[in-house]
């Protein structure tokens, strides 16, 4: 059963930080590109972060490039989100991403439960 288990969600604080993780299972990880995606209150589904099958390729949206990275440990069948200078704007519920394929510009065909992150004072 192809499974996408997400955490490390929580509140931080405007400037903080938090590590996102996605534990896969169920599919062969390293042979997949796996992304990011966000969802906040009120808004449609925003593409946060991309990495490709064997972590050589990321890219990030706009508004998260310089403070957020994505990485993944083919060995553990994770992938990550380092989030830093959180901004309160980055308030979402997070969601991990399995791709059709190796390719980066493979669609997005599985998404997990999400993991909720709020930046408040």
């Known amino acids: 059963q192809v499974q996408l288990v997400e955490s490390g969600g929580g509140l931080a604080q405007p400037g903080g930080s938090l590590r996102l993780s996605c534990a896969a299972s169920?599919?062969?990880?390293?042979?997949?590109?796996m992304s990011w995606a966000r969802q906040a209150p009120g808004k449609g589904l925003e593409w946060v972060s991309t990495?490709?099958?064997?972590?050589?390729?990321?890219d990030y949206v706009a508004s998260v490039k310089g403070r957020f990275a994505i990485s993944r440990d083919n060995a553990e069948n994770t992938v990550y989100l380092q989030m830093t200078s959180l901004k309160p704007e980055d308030t979402a519920l997070y969601y991990c991403?399995?791709?059709?394929?190796?390719?980066?510009?493979?669609?997005?065909?599985?998404r997990g439960q999400g993991t909720q992150v709020a930046v408040s004072t």
């Open positions: 990495i490709n099958s064997d972590g050589t390729y990321t």
């Open positions: 169920g599919f062969t990880f390293s042979s997949y590109t």
């Open positions: 991403q399995k791709h059709a394929g190796p390719y980066f510009r493979s669609p997005a065909t599985l």
